[in-house]
C-alpha cells in the first residue's frame, strides 16, 4: 500500500524566508512522487515530480524537492518566499506498476507573513 | 487550451436530497477522474475512467453515488440520497493516457454543503 505523511497542516514564514514543507511516504515498490499546489477557488497544479529519473527535481515557481530513499522523504524547498507563494501544498504517491490511483497527503497551508 | 470544465462551482442541498456534478475534459484526454476532498484532509478518489469504461471505483460508495462517462468525453457523478458526510470539493480531474508518470490535470471543483 501507498501512503504520504506531511508533518504539519500549516506553515508560516516570512516574505524571503526558506520555505520547507515536508513530505513522508511509504510505499512497498518504488513510486512516483508528486508535490501540487492549489490556490484559493483554483484546481490544484502540478509543481513537480519524482519519477526515478534525478532525485533532485526542480519545478515551476522556482520550487524543488529531494527524494531520499534512505529517509523516505521528499520534502519541498523554496529559498525565498513571495507573497504569491501562500496556498495549499499537497505530496502524492502513486507506484510505478500495477494500479495508477495518486494517494494524497493532507496537505500544508502555506501563509508568507510580509 | 481550455482546461478541465465543472459545473456548478457550489452547491447547496438538503439531506436525503440528489445532486449531480458535469465534467468537460481537456479535449482528446482518454482518462478521467473524480476525487472527493472533504475540509482538512486530501483528495481521494472516488472512479477512474478510462475513455467510457470504468477502470477504478473500488472507493465508490456505491448505494448512493453514480458516475457515467457514456461517450468517452464529459462526464456526470451523482449522489442519491446525499448524507451530510457527502459535504466536500468534488474535483474532476484528466490525462491524456492515465500513465503512471502522468500529472493529472485538475478543475476547480464543486463545492458541495448538505444540511
Known amino acids: 500500500a501507498q501512503s504520504v505523511t506531511q508533518l504539519g497542516s500549516h506553515v508560516s514564514v516570512s516574505e524571503g524566508a526558506l520555505v520547507l514543507l515536508r513530505c513522508n511516504y511509504s510505499?512497498?515498490?518504488?513510486?512516483?512522487l508528486f508535490w501540487y499546489v492549489q490556490y484559493p477557488n483554483q484546481g490544484l497544479q502540478l509543481l513537480l515530480k519524482?519519477?526515478?529519473?534525478?532525485?533532485l527535481v526542480k519545478g515551476i515557481n522556482g520550487f524543488e524537492a529531494e527524494f531520499k530513499k534512505s529517509e523516505t522523504s521528499f520534502h519541498l524547498t523554496k529559498p525565498s518566499a513571495h507573497m504569491s507563494d501562500a496556498a495549499e501544498y499537497f505530496c502524492?504517491?502513486?507506484?510505478?506498476?500495477?494500479?495508477?490511483?495518486?494517494?494524497f497527503g493532507t496537505g500544508t497551508r502555506l501563509t508568507v507573513i510580509p | 487550451e481550455a482546461g478541465v470544465a465543472q459545473s456548478p462551482r457550489y452547491k447547496i442541498i438538503e439531506k436525503r436530497q440528489s445532486v449531480a456534478f458535469w465534467c468537460n475534459p481537456i479535449?482528446?484526454?482518454?482518462?478521467l477522474y473524480w476525487y472527493q476532498q472533504i475540509l482538512g484532509q486530501g483528495p481521494k478518489l472516488l472512479i477512474q475512467?478510462?475513455?467510457?469504461?470504468?477502470?477504478?471505483d473500488s472507493q465508490l460508495p456505491k448505494d448512493r453515488f453514480s458516475a457515467e462517462r457514456l461517450k468517452g468525453v464529459d462526464s456526470t457523478l451523482k449522489i442519491q440520497p446525499a448524507k451530510l458526510e457527502d459535504s466536500a470539493v468534488y474535483l474532476c480531474?484528466?490525462?491524456?493516457?492515465?500513465?503512471?508518470?502522468?500529472?493529472?490535470?485538475f478543475g476547480s471543483g464543486t463545492q458541495l454543503s448538505v444540511l
Open positions: 480531474a484528466s490525462t491524456g493516457t492515465g500513465g503512471t508518470n502522468e500529472k493529472l490535470f
Open positions: 510505499s512497498s515498490v518504488p513510486p512516483y
Open positions: 519524482y519519477t526515478s529519473a534525478a532525485t
Open positions: 502524492a504517491v502513486r507506484t510505478q506498476t500495477g494500479a495508477n490511483n495518486l494517494f
Open positions: 479535449s482528446g484526454h482518454a482518462t
Open positions: 475512467f478510462q475513455n467510457n469504461g470504468v477502470v477504478d
